[in-house]
Each structure stands twice: as C-alpha cells, then as structure tokens.
C-alpha cells in the first residue's frame, strides 16, 4: 500500500480553523460596537433611577365593569408623572385621565391629586409605561 499524504487534510483543517476565527471576530466587533453605541454613563443610569424611584402610585380603587376599566389613583411621588403608554393586558388600549371635576389631564398624573383613569377595554392588569420608562402594574 502506498502511504497516504495528509497536506490536503491539514490545509482544509487550517482554512477551516481560519474560517472560524474570523467568523467568530467579525461577530465579536459586531456586538462590542453595538454595545458600546447603547451604553449610558453611571450617572446617566443613576439619574434615570432616581426619576424612577420619585414616581410613586397609590392605588384608591378600581373597578370593571364589561369593557371598561376605572381606577382612581394618587401620586404620591416628588414629580408629576408623564404618561407615554397605557397597556392593558400588555396591548395598547385608549384611555382618559380625568380629575375629579372631569378635566381632562392629557397624559399627566399630578401629584397629591387624586385623578380616575379610565379605559374602554376589559383584562386583568393595566400597565402604564412613564417617560422615564417605568412601568407601573395594576392588578384588577
């Protein structure tokens, strides 16, 4: 038998091994440079939980009735809180936020006043997403 020659092998091995490493390279720049594009300081992290932690909800009452939710809720926090979103049953739904002389307050809970959050779809839990993307869940 005539003996067999590996360099065919060894050479596919090497290029396989090159393929590899630069596959795995070009995926590692990929996500360290996405990384670093979405990264926050420290202090910009301690800043957003601080406003965070000034968003304080009581929960008054709430109640459902078919397809509508109503609660009524205080802000008890150091800052008036900005609505961005409403979900209930983690889908959009309209709502309106009302005082208690049924002025509308267009996306704001006002702090120390008591204000009734109406929705016109039924579930059993209501988020709401604030501008400092925290989310406050409400059991129904």
Known sequence: MAKRRAVSEVIAATLLIAVVATASFLAMSGASK???????????????????????????????????????????????????????????APYTLVDSSGVNQAGKIIRNKILTLQLQKGGQTVQIITDTKNMLKITI
């Open 34 to 92: 996405k990384t670093t594009e979405t990264q926050h300081s420290v202090a910009d992290a301690l800043e957003l939980k601080g406003r965070q932690v000034q968003e304080l909800l009581s929960i008054i009452s709430k109640k459902s009735v078919g397809n509508t939710i109503t609660i009524e809720l205080l802000n008890y926090g150091l800052k008036d809180i900005i609505i961005t979103d409403v979900l209930v049953d983690g889908t959009g």
